[in-house]
């Protein structure tokens, strides 16, 4: 009889941990990691080793580029590109994505709030050619840490005033 109470709870540990076990996964490694999802994200962008090395997020002391040229070439390229929408909206439309360990970027998120900074949609044709552009930046360096090179989050924000950017924030 002590036996089998005693393999009952065991066997009732053993499911209680397994529940657990699910029930955390389902949340990021750290809060704002951004999550894959098929429809939104290329297949063939890879995480920097996720299992062992963690991803840095912008809030953790990151000075604000590691682009090729910093943030100037960044304009440059967009001045050039003379994207602008025809109707004369205000706001900020901010592009968030990941660089891997190779430089590469994915995972690209777009939000766009209005000039009072509430979340709605300021354009979606020109957040659409923002991210595109966003997309098409390929001078972004890996971070190094130790020696080892790690992910890291950025973002872009883009002020719009009257249907054209009119700076690249941070």
């Known amino acids: ?17 397994c529940q657990t076990e699910k029930n955390i996964s389902k949340y990021p490694a750290t809060v704002g990691d951004i999550e894959f999802d098929e429809k939104l994200d290329n297949p063939a962008f890879k995480k920097c080793n996720s299992e062992k090395l963690f991803t840095l997020q912008y809030y953790q002391g990151l000075k604000e580029f590691d682009y090729k040229g910093e943030k100037i070439a960044i304009t440059e390229k967009l001045e050039k590109e003379k994207i602008s929408s025809e109707s004369k909206t205000n706001g900020y439309i901010t ?16 939000r ?10 300021v354009n979606k044709e020109l957040g659409e050619r923002l991210l595109r552009f966003t997309q098409s930046l390929d001078g972004w360096i890996p971070k190094e840490i130790k020696g080892f090179k790690i992910g890291y989050y950025q973002y872009l924000t883009y002020k719009i005033e009257n249907g054209k950017v009119s700076e690249v924030l941070p």
């Open 95 to 110: 592009v968030r994505f990941l660089v891997n360990c190779e430089g590469k970027t994915g995972l690209f998120r777009v």
């Open 112 to 121: 766009q709030m209005d000039a009072d900074l509430k979340e709605t949609i």
């Open 1 to 17: 009889m002590i036996k089998a109470v005693y393999l009952f709870a065991l066997f009732f540990c053993i499911l209680i941990s």
